[in-house]
């Protein structure tokens, strides 16, 4: 659903290193994309420790912007653990903390 975004993105900024973080299961629909220059696999089935280590290791990167296009509780919570310069998401009743920019989820 975000491929337009993703392709939007790398037109706009054809420079930039475009990274993008998805879970084990949706893997297969973007490996081929050729917008996407680094593919972050999250393992679903981590346990807690596991889970906390692999928010920590993407702590260690630095990235000039954040895209979360889900506002879920897990992608909210990775979203604040990833350090980024700007990070924009929909807004939302529950998930507005720690994102510089909101904006209304589509009608």
């Not at 975004?5 to 990274?19: T, V």
């Not at 893997?27 to 280590?53: E, F, M, V």
């Not at 990235?63 to 700007?86: A, T, V």
Request: glycine content about 2%.
């Amino acid at each position: 659903m975000c491929t337009p975004a993703i392709r939007g993105l790398s037109n706009k900024f054809p420079d930039a290193e475009i990274s993008f973080l998805v879970s084990d299961y949706a893997y297969d629909a973007l490996r081929y994309n050729p917008h996407i220059d680094n593919l972050i696999i999250y393992p679903r089935n981590l346990s807690r420790l596991g889970y906390l280590k692999f928010l920590l290791s993407l702590r260690h990167n630095k990235y000039d912007l954040l895209i979360d296009f889900q506002n879920n509780p897990r992608s909210h919570i990775m979203s604040l653990i990833i350090r980024s310069l700007r990070k924009i998401s929909f807004k939302s009743k529950r998930r507005n903390f720690g994102y510089t920019d909101l904006i209304s989820p589509p009608l």
